[in-house]
């Protein structure tokens, strides 16, 4: 059984990378509860057009393994849904999957799937661990973390519903502009058991990848009942790039007894630098974006970086097969480019992002989701804003075109882009710039009689 719910993302006009987390909770005195929370990426999927509105059609499957003297079948099973793009918003495909798991160890595989782009897939394996608790002493469940908590809420239907409460997953982890609070729900067990003190204290922290507390939060709660739910909220729009751990642990201060239970999750806030960092030791690549990401997402930032890499580079980039590997070739890939190394800013990457933000959304169209894949969006990043343009919307007997000036790229450059299907997706037709597509003929190109052939 599954649902879905829309949320903004971060990643919404990533290239398609469905994200997958996953969360067990206290059942009964022979299995744990399981939730497996996912997320389709609905704006770099296919949409297929329905009495006149788009339609995106996905598949997940699911399957599980149990670990015994060798991997046995345990459970099996897969999805199709078919949503409408517009009742989605700008938003993921988000929902859960809910199953009842008997102690014991197993491999579970997730894969997603645009049904409408079979090169659109991805898939996860993780082990899983099921395992009882000690009945006798307090315990946490996993941590899930969510994009939203809606407390007291009356949509006792929604499959996200539990203990009151709404809590919607964020399968991606990834937080910052867009969703500036990071919410947590865990839950608390066998309080009233093994009692040395009256309360127990309930402390939330959220460190960088120094160790560093950029957050702490403690509270004490009564032992009174056996069990109870945590939540919590952390405004991250202060807190600089990077990957940190939420930990949530809860302990008795008279016998220092203490339970653990920690996530990491991706803070993405480019404009805002931790200036205590020293680029100086192998460990840097572990205080970057890049040491959370997984092998598409990396993939989707070299897409959009490789606009200024050279044929040596793509091909070096192309000939790596490790995550580890992907991870520190674009963390020297920057790193090679940043103007001022004694900095702990890199100008070049903060300059080139801001111009990634500004170009993936302003020249994106109905045929190019992502603007960054543009003609358009690609010179905007590589060279910057232009000093002038020059716009023909409606000229007589030629197509839609712009001309972008550079007056201080190699003495003045242009650059020239038609519509030629009126669609809003302007191609790159003409530049003086070298190495870049030049055509003498340019003019004539863009006469309305000759668009049949140019435009295909």
């Given amino acids: 059984m599954f649902f879905f719910v829309a949320f903004s993302s971060l990643w919404a006009q990533s290239e398609f990378a469905p994200a997958f987390d996953y969360a067990l909770f206290n059942y009964d005195d022979t299995s744990k509860y399981l939730e497996i929370y996912y997320s389709f990426p609905v704006n770099s999927m ?5 009495e006149g509105e788009d339609f995106v059609k996905g598949l997940l499957v699911l399957e599980m393994k149990k670990q015994e003297k060798e991997l046995v079948p345990y459970y099996s099973d897969s999805w199709e849904f078919e949503r409408n793009k517009k009742e989605l918003s700008e938003g993921n495909l988000t ?3 809910s199953l009842q798991v008997p102690f014991g160890r197993y491999v579970v595989n997730l894969s997603g799937k645009d049904i409408l782009a079979d090169i659109n897939s991805d898939s996860k394996e993780f082990e899983l661990v099921a395992q009882k608790s000690d009945d006798a002493v307090f315990s946490i469940s996993d941590l899930e973390i969510a994009s939203d908590i809606i407390q007291f809420t009356e949509n006792t239907e929604s499959i996200f519903y539990k203990n009151r409460m709404e809590v919607i997953p964020n399968p991606g982890m990834v937080f910052g502009e867009g969703l500036p609070v990071l919410y947590f729900y865990c839950e608390l067990y066998n309080l009233d058991k093994s009692k040395d003190s009256e309360k127990l204290r309930v402390d939330h922290q959220l460190r960088n990848t120094r160790n560093e507390i950029s957050y702490s939060k403690s509270k004490y709660i009564s032992r009174k009942s056996s069990s109870r739910v945590e939540i919590g909220a952390i405004n991250i729009m202060d807190l600089p790039a990077g990957a940190y751990t939420i930990n949530v642990s809860l302990t008795d201060t008279v016998s220092n007894k203490s339970a653990y239970s920690f996530r990491k999750i991706f803070v993405y806030n480019p404009e805002k630098i931790d200036t205590t960092l020293a680029i100086s030791t192998e460990n840097d690549l572990l205080a970057t974006e890049f040491s959370l990401m997984d092998n598409e997402e990396l993939k989707f930032v070299f897409s959009y970086s490789k606009y200024l890499a050279t044929q040596n580079e793509i091909d070096a980039w192309e000939a790596i097969l490790t995550v580890d590997g992907k991870r520190n070739y674009l963390y020297e890939f920057w790193k090679r480019r940043d103007p001022n190394p004694s900095t702990p800013e890199n100008e070049a990457r903060a300059e080139y992002l801001k111009r990634y933000k500004f170009a ?14 543009t003609d358009m969006g690609r010179v905007y990043m590589i060279y910057g804003k232009p000093d002038d343009i ?7 007997e030629r197509v839609p075109y712009e001309i972008w000036r550079y007056n201080s790229l190699e003495s003045g450059v242009i650059f020239v882009f038609a519509d030629f299907n009126s669609l809003g997706n302007y191609r790159q037709i003409h530049s003086n710039k070298r190495g870049e597509i030049s055509n003498r003929f340019w003019q004539q190109q863009i006469n309305i009689e000759g668009t ?4 295909r």
């Fill in 390 to 396: 020059s716009r023909y919307p409606n000229e007589s």
């Fill in 46 to 50: 296919t949409s297929e057009l329905i």
């Fill in 360 to 373: 993936n959304t302003e020249y994106s169209n109905i045929v190019i989701k992502n603007g960054y894949k």
């Fill in 95 to 97: 929902g859960l999957i």
């Fill in 452 to 455: 049949d052939y140019f435009s």
